[in-house]
């Protein structure tokens, strides 16, 4: 079916899993994209699996950020073909935010509002991510949406999201795909030099040396040793959390419950966060 721009063309398609997207899309994302069409395929959806490619403006700080943002449509559209997807729904701006109606945006549930987290580095982004997803879930039929563990407090908060304003919507989580060398895919990668990219290593690193001690405090020194020892300053966190809200550990709840550890750290003033189970 290919692009779809219009609004009734993509309501017309019918009941899908939608894989929400801002294009520029790497091997991980053509994974979730499969994923997507095998849940459809599943479900029995008449819409299949629907890509969106949306470059958000209310997710960036910057406005230089967002317009050097890549965008390579056709490549994306190929791709996401290639692997099953129905249509890829990629909206002008004025589609997504009408300039002549008023839209109830969603509050930020608990679980973007967090201290020590991706509000560290990036204040209001969540804000943005939530509405976009409240846009996407309204004009597109969702029946299932995929969202990688990679960004997990992003994952989590589109679960909350979804409960929070009651949503019809059910929230599929896709793994963190990784590179021969354990980095995990992002389209950020490009912007690491070759020793930035040896650096990069240490990320997962640090994550597997975190999931390796049961006690939270313990982990978070570890990592933090890992990182320092690779030669990587800027760190916004290495931290172990409950993974359901990812809320610090309370006394006694760790090894009774699933925790997170999560790391995002800059090398060559480039941003990568990555994160796994905890305890290993």
């Given at each position: 079916?290919?692009?779809?721009?219009?609004?009734?063309?993509?309501?017309?398609n019918?009941a899908?899993?939608?894989?929400p997207?801002?294009g520029?899309?790497?091997p991980?994302?053509?994974e979730l994209?499969?994923q997507g069409a095998?849940?459809a395929e599943?479900?029995?959806l008449?819409?299949?699996c629907?890509?969106s490619v949306f470059v958000?403006p209310s997710q960036?700080n910057d406005a230089?950020d967002?317009?050097?943002?890549?965008?390579?449509?056709?490549?994306?559209?190929a791709?996401?073909?290639?692997?099953?997807a129905?249509a890829v729904?990629a909206?002008p701006?004025?589609?997504m935010?009408p300039p002549d109606?008023e839209?109830r945006?969603?509050?930020?549930?608990k679980v973007?509002?967090?201290?020590?987290?991706e509000?560290v580095g990036?204040?209001?982004?969540?804000e943005?991510?939530c509405r976009v997803?409240?846009?996407?879930?309204?004009?597109?039929p969702?029946?299932?949406?995929?969202?990688?563990?990679?960004?997990f407090q992003?994952l989590?908060l589109a679960?909350s999201?979804?409960?929070q304003?009651?949503?019809?919507?059910?929230i599929l989580?896709?793994p963190?795909?990784?590179?021969?060398?354990?980095l995990?895919m992002?389209?950020?990668?490009?912007?690491?030099?070759?020793?930035?990219?040896?650096r990069?290593?240490?990320i997962?690193?640090a994550?597997?040396?975190g999931?390796?001690?049961?006690?939270p405090?313990?982990s978070e020194?570890a990592?933090?040793?890992?990182?320092?020892e690779?030669g990587i300053?800027r760190?916004?966190?290495a931290?172990?959390r409950?993974?359901?809200?990812?809320?610090p550990?309370?006394?006694?709840?760790?090894?009774r419950?699933?925790?997170?550890?999560?790391i995002?750290a800059?090398i060559?003033?480039?941003?990568l966060?990555?994160?796994?189970?905890?305890?290993?």
């Amino acid at each position: 079916m290919g692009v779809i721009t219009e609004l009734d063309a993509i309501r017309a398609n019918g009941a899908c899993v939608l894989v929400p997207t801002m294009g520029f899309l790497h091997p991980g994302h053509v994974e979730l994209v499969r994923q997507g069409a095998r849940e459809a395929e599943a479900r029995g959806l008449e819409g299949g699996c629907v890509v969106s490619v949306f470059v958000n403006p209310s997710q960036f700080n910057d406005a230089r950020d967002f317009a050097v943002y890549p965008r390579e449509l056709e490549r994306d559209v190929a791709l996401c073909m290639d692997v099953g997807a129905r249509a890829v729904f990629a909206p002008p701006n004025e589609v997504m935010y009408p300039p002549d109606r008023e839209i109830r945006w969603p509050d930020v549930p608990k679980v973007g509002r967090l201290p020590g987290l991706e509000e560290v580095g990036r204040p209001g982004h969540f804000e943005g991510v939530c509405r976009v997803l409240v846009r996407l879930f309204e004009v597109v039929p969702t029946a299932a949406a995929v969202f990688g563990e990679k960004d997990f407090q992003q994952l989590q908060l589109a679960r909350s999201l979804v409960e929070q304003e009651a949503m019809p919507v059910e929230i599929l989580p896709g793994p963190t795909y990784r590179e021969a060398d354990g980095l995990a895919m992002s389209s950020r990668n490009v912007h690491l030099s070759e020793e930035g990219r040896v650096r990069a290593r240490a990320i997962g690193a640090a994550l597997r040396e975190g999931r390796a001690h049961d006690d939270p405090e313990t982990s978070e020194r570890a990592m933090a040793r890992v990182l320092a020892e690779a030669g990587i300053e800027r760190v916004e966190y290495a931290t172990v959390r409950c993974a359901h809200d990812l809320m610090p550990f309370e006394p006694g709840e760790a090894g009774r419950i699933p925790g997170r550890v999560l790391i995002t750290a800059y090398i060559d003033d480039t941003r990568l966060l990555d994160n796994m189970a905890w305890p290993a």
